[in-house]
Structure formats: structure tokens, C-alpha cells
């Protein structure tokens, strides 16, 4: 069995190397646990070695593990492609949405936003490598997307995230977190709400910390090899 209270604490340590090395200030960057396909219970040990947020790309799975933890005090993260019939269910359980991408659905979660919860976090998705199987918008339409979203009452703008080409060349890798943090510190000047910049994951997290990420996303580093399919 994997000892996931372990995990975190070298992660974390891994996580302050990493600030450090780019003379960041410790505790700026902050871990996103990405829990699809694992049980509830195995999100449970991590919560109870101090984890709060949680990422889910696939809203029934989600649904079911955030009912099963509804006793945890958690934060939740939609961090998968959206479709619009998704959005209802999005807008009621989750904190963040990290994979906006769409106007009509930033419409559609500010509209279904319950009025008895705060305002919804919003991250936008950015297409950084403009691939054309990859979900997210173009750096080219960034602009207008994101002032339509900044004009919705019930959704708060908080970033970017990225999910760069698969590379193992490092000078790729590099340039793409770096267009990344170049379009979020621009944006940063222009909305005052925007603290976010998610981009890192178990393979990149070091690369992306050096770039200026401040939230990675972590799977496979903390719960292991996903075995199921994920979907
Ligand atoms: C699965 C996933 C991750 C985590 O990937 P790992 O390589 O397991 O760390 C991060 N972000 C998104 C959007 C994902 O879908």
C-alpha cells in the first residue's frame, strides 16, 4: 500500500527545493491533488495528511466522491474539459473551475451559480501550444474571453492554466511555461483578482516553478500509476 501521507511530505519538500531554487519565497506555490480514478477513501488519507484541494476532470466520479468526503472541509477543483450540459452540476459542487474555455459556458456557470454560495473561481484554459486535439482557447482570443468573464457577478477571475505539449525537451517545455507566465503577469497588470497561474504536473512541476507557476496540479506523485482508464 502506498503511504500517501509520505507522498505529500516529500512533494512538499520537493515543492519548497524547487521555490527556492528560484529564489521564491517558500509556500508560493500551491499543490492541487489530482484524484481522478482513485476512491474516495484514498482521498480521505490524503485529506487527513493535511490536503484541502482536490482535482476532478469527470464530473460523475467527482460527484460521488464529493458526497462521500461532504464531512471534510475540502476544496474542489473542475480541472477537465467542459461540456454545456456539465455546467449545472459544476456551478453547485465545485469551488474552482480551472478549464474555462468557452464564453457561452462562463455564461451558463454564472447563471446556474447558487446564490447561497460565493461567487465561482474561475481559471481560463489556454491552448499554449495551439494544438488541435487540445482543449483550451487560443493566447489569441485570451483577451476578449477573459473580459467578458470579468464582467459576470457571480464568477470570480483567478488565472490561467495550462497543460503544455507532452516533451521531454526541456527548452520546449521552458518556453511554453514561460508564454504561460508572460500572458499572466499581462493580465495580472489589467484585473486586480487574478493571484493564479496553475501549470505543473508530476513530470514538469520543477520546470514550472522555475517559469512562475503557482499552483501545480498532482496526480500520479501523490496516489501512484493510474491504473483505470481515465474516464
Ligand atoms: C491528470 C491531470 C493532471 C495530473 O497529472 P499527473 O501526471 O498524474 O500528475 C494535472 N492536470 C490535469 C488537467 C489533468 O488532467
Known sequence: MIDIKKRLQSLHNTINQAETQAQRPQNSVQLLAVSKTWPAELLR????????????????????????????????????????????????????????????????????????????????????DDEKTKFGTSAAELDLLVDEIDQLDRLVLRGLMVIPTKTDNIEQQHSAFQRAHQLFTKLQDQYPTIDTLSMGMTADMNSAITQGSTMIRVGTGIFGQRHTPAE
Open 45 to 128: 488519507q490524503a485529506a487527513n495528511a493535511g490536503q484541502i484541494c482536490f482535482g476532478e476532470n469527470y464530473l460523475q466520479e467527482a460527484l460521488i466522491k464529493i458526497k462521500a468526503l461532504a464531512d471534510l472541509d475540502l476544496q474542489w477543483h473542475f480541472i477537465g474539459p467542459i461540456q454545456s450540459n456539465k455546467t449545472k452540476d459544476i456551478a453547485q459542487h465545485f469551488s474552482w473551475v480551472q478549464s474555462v474555455a468557452r464564453i457561452k459556458i462562463a455564461q451558463r456557470l454564472n447563471k446556474q451559480r447558487p446564490d447561497t454560495l460565493p461567487a465561482l473561481n474561475v481559471c481560463v484554459q489556454v491552448n499554449i
